[in-house]
């Protein structure tokens, strides 16, 4: 089993910027695949940008290209999403999610297997 917990979220205006902060805990071998989404107010969750970490490649949404990053540490248990340039729309609860799986299955239309909590996003 994996538990992710992430922190880094607040009020920001627009413009600004933040780094969310996943830490992934117990047996972390089974979270090859990390990924950043988000759910805005009356919306349905979305994908942002998963990263598979054994060999760090990343991909991202249209949402997230050139605005967002996603990165992880050199243990490979802790992911981050760096987010500038935000937008009101970009509000919203961030969460992080895991899976093991390979490289070319690690996008955000996988089947997660372990999510965490989530942290608010606030852009006005």
């Known amino acids: 089993h994996v538990q992710l917990v992430e922190s880094g979220g607040g009020s920001v205006e627009a413009g600004g910027s933040l780094r969310l902060s996943c830490v992934a805990s117990?047996?972390?071998?089974?979270?090859?695949?990390m990924a950043w989404f988000r759910q805005a107010p009356g919306k349905e969750r979305e994908g942002v940008a998963a990263?598979?970490?054994?060999?760090?490649?990343?991909v991202y949404t249209d949402s997230a290209k050139g605005r967002f990053t996603i990165s992880q540490d050199k243990d490979r248990t802790t992911v981050y999403l760096h987010m500038n340039s935000l937008k009101p729309e970009d509000t919203g609860m961030y969460y992080c999610?895991?899976?093991?799986?390979?490289?070319?299955?690690?996008?955000?239309?996988?089947?997660?297997?372990?999510w965490g909590q989530g942290t608010q996003v606030t852009v006005s």
């Open positions: 117990g047996d972390t071998s089974r979270s090859s695949c």
């Open positions: 999610a895991a899976r093991l799986g390979g490289m070319y299955g690690c996008t955000v239309t996988a089947d997660f297997e372990y």
């Open positions: 990263i598979y970490t054994v060999v760090n490649k990343t």
